[in-house]
Protein backbone atom coordinates (compact mmCIF):
# COMPACT_ATOMS: atom_id res chain seq x y z
CA UNK A 1 0.00 0.00 0.00
CA UNK A 2 1.23 3.35 -0.60
CA UNK A 3 2.73 5.33 2.55
CA UNK A 4 1.94 9.05 1.45
CA UNK A 5 -1.73 9.73 0.78
CA UNK A 6 -0.33 12.45 -2.15
CA UNK A 7 0.76 10.30 -4.60
CA UNK A 8 -1.93 7.81 -3.65
CA UNK A 9 -4.10 6.85 -6.08
CA UNK A 10 -6.54 7.93 -3.25
CA UNK A 11 -5.74 11.18 -3.76
CA UNK A 12 -5.55 10.82 -7.85
CA UNK A 13 -9.23 10.03 -7.11
CA UNK A 14 -10.58 12.60 -4.95
CA UNK A 15 -13.91 13.67 -7.02
CA UNK A 16 -15.70 17.33 -6.89
CA UNK A 17 -18.81 17.33 -4.95
CA UNK A 18 -20.92 17.91 -7.59
CA UNK A 19 -19.40 14.33 -9.49
CA UNK A 20 -20.27 12.67 -6.02
CA UNK A 21 -23.57 14.68 -6.17
CA UNK A 22 -24.54 13.61 -9.56
CA UNK A 23 -27.45 10.54 -9.95
CA UNK A 24 -26.84 7.91 -12.67
CA UNK A 25 -29.13 8.34 -15.28
CA UNK A 26 -30.85 4.45 -14.68
CA UNK A 27 -31.80 5.75 -11.06
CA UNK A 28 -32.89 8.65 -12.20
CA UNK A 29 -35.61 7.38 -14.84
CA UNK A 30 -36.68 5.01 -12.07
CA UNK A 31 -37.53 8.11 -10.04
CA UNK A 32 -34.56 8.06 -7.96
CA UNK A 33 -33.55 11.78 -6.61
CA UNK A 34 -30.84 13.16 -4.88
CA UNK A 35 -32.07 13.23 -1.39
CA UNK A 36 -33.20 9.76 -2.40
CA UNK A 37 -29.47 8.78 -3.63
CA UNK A 38 -28.41 9.62 -0.40
CA UNK A 39 -30.27 8.33 1.81
CA UNK A 40 -29.66 5.09 0.40
CA UNK A 41 -25.82 5.32 1.08
CA UNK A 42 -26.39 6.49 3.89
CA UNK A 43 -28.53 3.33 5.03
CA UNK A 44 -26.01 0.98 3.22
CA UNK A 45 -23.15 2.42 5.46
CA UNK A 46 -25.37 1.59 8.66
CA UNK A 47 -25.99 -2.06 7.00
CA UNK A 48 -22.57 -2.00 6.86
CA UNK A 49 -21.56 -1.09 10.22
CA UNK A 50 -24.07 -3.47 11.92
CA UNK A 51 -22.99 -6.57 9.68
CA UNK A 52 -19.39 -5.43 10.58
CA UNK A 53 -20.44 -5.71 14.10
CA UNK A 54 -21.80 -9.02 13.97
CA UNK A 55 -18.44 -10.39 12.60
CA UNK A 56 -16.63 -8.82 14.71
CA UNK A 57 -13.95 -6.82 12.25
CA UNK A 58 -12.29 -3.18 13.17
CA UNK A 59 -13.48 0.15 12.57
CA UNK A 60 -10.50 0.88 9.68
CA UNK A 61 -12.39 -2.58 8.14
CA UNK A 62 -16.26 -0.85 7.94
CA UNK A 63 -14.31 2.86 6.83
CA UNK A 64 -12.75 0.98 4.06
CA UNK A 65 -16.32 -1.15 3.11
CA UNK A 66 -18.26 2.18 2.86
CA UNK A 67 -16.12 4.13 0.96
CA UNK A 68 -15.95 1.23 -1.54
CA UNK A 69 -19.53 1.80 -1.37
CA UNK A 70 -19.60 5.62 -2.19
CA UNK A 71 -16.65 4.87 -5.22
CA UNK A 72 -19.25 2.43 -7.21
CA UNK A 73 -22.01 4.72 -6.78
CA UNK A 74 -19.75 7.38 -8.67
CA UNK A 75 -19.53 5.13 -11.69
CA UNK A 76 -22.59 2.45 -11.83
CA UNK A 77 -26.01 2.90 -11.23
CA UNK A 78 -28.12 1.49 -8.45
CA UNK A 79 -30.74 -0.22 -10.68
CA UNK A 80 -27.24 -2.35 -11.90
CA UNK A 81 -25.69 -2.68 -8.59
CA UNK A 82 -28.59 -3.43 -6.30
CA UNK A 83 -26.93 -1.61 -2.90
CA UNK A 84 -28.08 -4.79 -0.57
CA UNK A 85 -25.79 -6.41 -2.30
CA UNK A 86 -22.92 -4.47 -3.00
CA UNK A 87 -22.80 -3.60 0.98
CA UNK A 88 -22.09 -7.02 2.10
CA UNK A 89 -19.63 -7.23 -0.88
CA UNK A 90 -17.75 -4.30 -0.34
CA UNK A 91 -17.21 -5.25 3.15
CA UNK A 92 -15.69 -8.70 2.26
CA UNK A 93 -13.58 -7.33 -0.11
CA UNK A 94 -12.36 -4.93 2.46
CA UNK A 95 -11.94 -7.16 5.10
CA UNK A 96 -9.12 -8.67 2.56
CA UNK A 97 -7.73 -5.52 1.53
CA UNK A 98 -7.40 -4.75 5.04
CA UNK A 99 -6.01 -7.88 5.86
CA UNK A 100 -8.78 -9.08 8.62
CA UNK A 101 -10.56 -11.43 5.92
CA UNK A 102 -14.07 -12.62 6.65
CA UNK A 103 -15.32 -15.75 4.99
CA UNK A 104 -18.41 -15.12 2.59
CA UNK A 105 -20.27 -17.81 4.08
CA UNK A 106 -20.61 -15.44 7.64
CA UNK A 107 -21.61 -12.50 6.07
CA UNK A 108 -24.59 -14.56 4.66
CA UNK A 109 -25.26 -16.38 7.75
CA UNK A 110 -25.60 -13.31 9.41
CA UNK A 111 -27.37 -11.40 6.96
CA UNK A 112 -30.30 -14.16 6.92
CA UNK A 113 -30.11 -13.53 11.01
CA UNK A 114 -30.36 -9.80 10.67
CA UNK A 115 -32.73 -9.05 8.03
CA UNK A 116 -36.31 -11.28 7.31
CA UNK A 117 -36.40 -9.14 4.20
CA UNK A 118 -36.03 -11.85 1.06
CA UNK A 119 -34.50 -8.79 -0.90
CA UNK A 120 -31.36 -8.89 1.74
CA UNK A 121 -30.92 -12.25 1.64
CA UNK A 122 -27.83 -13.01 -1.32
CA UNK A 123 -25.67 -16.34 -1.51
CA UNK A 124 -22.31 -16.91 -1.31
CA UNK A 125 -22.09 -16.73 -4.99
CA UNK A 126 -23.95 -13.61 -5.46
CA UNK A 127 -21.17 -12.36 -3.30
CA UNK A 128 -18.64 -13.83 -4.96
CA UNK A 129 -19.89 -12.43 -8.23
CA UNK A 130 -20.51 -9.14 -7.31
CA UNK A 131 -16.77 -8.83 -5.79
CA UNK A 132 -15.75 -8.94 -8.96
CA UNK A 133 -17.93 -6.28 -10.50
CA UNK A 134 -16.69 -4.10 -7.94
CA UNK A 135 -13.21 -4.56 -8.30
CA UNK A 136 -13.81 -3.20 -11.86
CA UNK A 137 -15.97 -0.69 -10.76
CA UNK A 138 -12.82 0.63 -8.30
CA UNK A 139 -10.21 -0.01 -11.55
CA UNK A 140 -8.52 -1.98 -8.71
CA UNK A 141 -7.64 0.78 -6.26
CA UNK A 142 -8.42 -0.15 -3.04
CA UNK A 143 -5.56 2.28 -1.41
CA UNK A 144 -8.19 3.95 1.12
CA UNK A 145 -6.16 6.35 3.38
CA UNK A 146 -8.79 7.62 6.59
CA UNK A 147 -8.69 10.45 8.91
CA UNK A 148 -8.39 8.15 12.20
CA UNK A 149 -4.43 8.31 11.81
CA UNK A 150 -4.47 11.63 11.60
CA UNK A 151 -6.40 12.47 14.34
CA UNK A 152 -4.28 10.46 16.82
CA UNK A 153 -1.11 12.46 15.64
CA UNK A 154 -3.06 15.70 15.83
CA UNK A 155 -4.98 15.16 19.18
CA UNK A 156 -1.55 14.60 20.95
CA UNK A 157 0.18 17.75 18.91
CA UNK A 158 -2.77 19.70 20.07
CA UNK A 159 -2.39 18.30 23.67
CA UNK A 160 -6.23 17.23 23.34
CA UNK A 161 -5.55 13.50 23.74
CA UNK A 162 -7.52 12.66 27.21
CA UNK A 163 -10.20 10.09 26.79
CA UNK A 164 -13.28 12.77 26.55
CA UNK A 165 -11.68 14.64 23.52
CA UNK A 166 -10.64 11.00 21.82
CA UNK A 167 -13.97 9.60 22.14
CA UNK A 168 -15.96 12.43 20.65
CA UNK A 169 -13.39 13.00 17.62
CA UNK A 170 -13.37 9.42 17.09
CA UNK A 171 -17.45 9.37 16.77
CA UNK A 172 -17.89 12.20 15.08
CA UNK A 173 -15.19 10.79 12.07
CA UNK A 174 -17.25 7.63 12.26
CA UNK A 175 -20.74 9.88 11.34
CA UNK A 176 -18.78 11.24 8.16
CA UNK A 177 -18.69 7.76 6.87
CA UNK A 178 -22.55 8.05 6.42
CA UNK A 179 -21.65 11.29 3.97
CA UNK A 180 -19.26 11.59 0.94
CA UNK A 181 -16.66 13.61 2.71
CA UNK A 182 -14.15 10.55 2.20
CA UNK A 183 -14.24 11.05 -1.70
CA UNK A 184 -14.07 14.73 -1.79
CA UNK A 185 -11.68 15.32 0.97
CA UNK A 186 -8.35 14.90 2.45
CA UNK A 187 -8.62 13.07 5.40
CA UNK A 188 -6.46 15.23 7.39
CA UNK A 189 -8.71 17.35 6.65
CA UNK A 190 -11.59 15.74 7.78
CA UNK A 191 -10.02 14.86 10.69
CA UNK A 192 -9.15 18.82 11.72
CA UNK A 193 -12.52 19.39 11.34
CA UNK A 194 -13.94 17.00 13.57
CA UNK A 195 -11.64 18.33 16.10
CA UNK A 196 -12.66 21.89 15.33
CA UNK A 197 -15.88 20.66 15.84
CA UNK A 198 -15.12 18.85 19.00
CA UNK A 199 -13.02 21.69 20.27
CA UNK A 200 -16.08 23.89 20.69
CA UNK A 201 -18.92 21.33 21.58
CA UNK A 202 -15.93 20.86 24.90
CA UNK A 203 -15.14 24.46 25.25
CA UNK A 204 -11.37 23.90 24.66
CA UNK A 205 -9.81 27.29 22.74
CA UNK A 206 -7.67 25.41 19.68
CA UNK A 207 -7.70 29.04 18.16
CA UNK A 208 -4.05 29.38 17.63
CA UNK A 209 -2.91 25.54 17.48
CA UNK A 210 -4.97 25.78 14.35
CA UNK A 211 -3.19 28.96 13.31
CA UNK A 212 -0.10 27.43 13.48
CA UNK A 213 -0.77 24.37 10.90
CA UNK A 214 -1.50 26.81 8.47
CA UNK A 215 -4.30 25.33 6.87
CA UNK A 216 -6.48 26.72 5.06
CA UNK A 217 -9.70 27.42 7.95
CA UNK A 218 -12.09 28.40 5.19
CA UNK A 219 -12.50 24.79 3.81
CA UNK A 220 -11.94 23.64 7.77
CA UNK A 221 -14.97 24.85 8.75
CA UNK A 222 -16.61 24.13 5.62
CA UNK A 223 -16.36 20.94 6.29
CA UNK A 224 -17.43 20.72 9.83
CA UNK A 225 -20.66 22.59 8.60
CA UNK A 226 -21.42 19.85 6.26
CA UNK A 227 -21.10 17.58 8.96
CA UNK A 228 -23.25 19.62 11.50
CA UNK A 229 -26.06 20.17 8.46
CA UNK A 230 -25.68 16.41 8.22
CA UNK A 231 -26.83 16.17 11.95
CA UNK A 232 -29.65 18.34 12.21
CA UNK A 233 -31.01 17.05 9.03
CA UNK A 234 -30.27 13.11 10.15
CA UNK A 235 -33.41 13.88 12.51
CA UNK A 236 -36.01 13.75 9.60
CA UNK A 237 -35.00 10.51 8.42
CA UNK A 238 -36.88 7.96 8.92
CA UNK A 239 -37.26 3.96 8.50
CA UNK A 240 -40.29 4.59 5.89
CA UNK A 241 -38.57 7.42 4.32
CA UNK A 242 -35.64 4.81 3.18
CA UNK A 243 -37.82 2.42 2.42
CA UNK A 244 -39.49 4.39 -0.13
CA UNK A 245 -36.42 5.09 -1.48
CA UNK A 246 -35.37 1.69 -1.70
CA UNK A 247 -38.71 0.53 -3.25
CA UNK A 248 -38.00 3.10 -6.25
CA UNK A 249 -35.39 0.95 -7.84
CA UNK A 250 -37.49 -2.60 -7.34
CA UNK A 251 -34.65 -4.02 -7.86
CA UNK A 252 -35.98 -8.14 -6.26
CA UNK A 253 -39.35 -9.48 -6.51
Known amino acids: MSANFWTSSHYKHLLDQEDVDTVNIHDKEKGVTLEDFKLIKMHMANYILRLAQQVKVRQRVVATAVTYMRRVYTKKSMAEYDPRLVAPTCLYLASKAEESTVQARLLVFYIKKLYTDDRYRYEIKDILEMEMKILEALDYYLVVFHPYRSLSQFLQDANLNDLSMTQLTWGIINDTYKMDLILVHPPHLIALACIYIASVFREKDTTAWFEELRVDMNVVKNISMEILDFYESN ?19
Do not use: G, S, Y
Open 235 to 253: RVFTEDRINAALQKLALRP
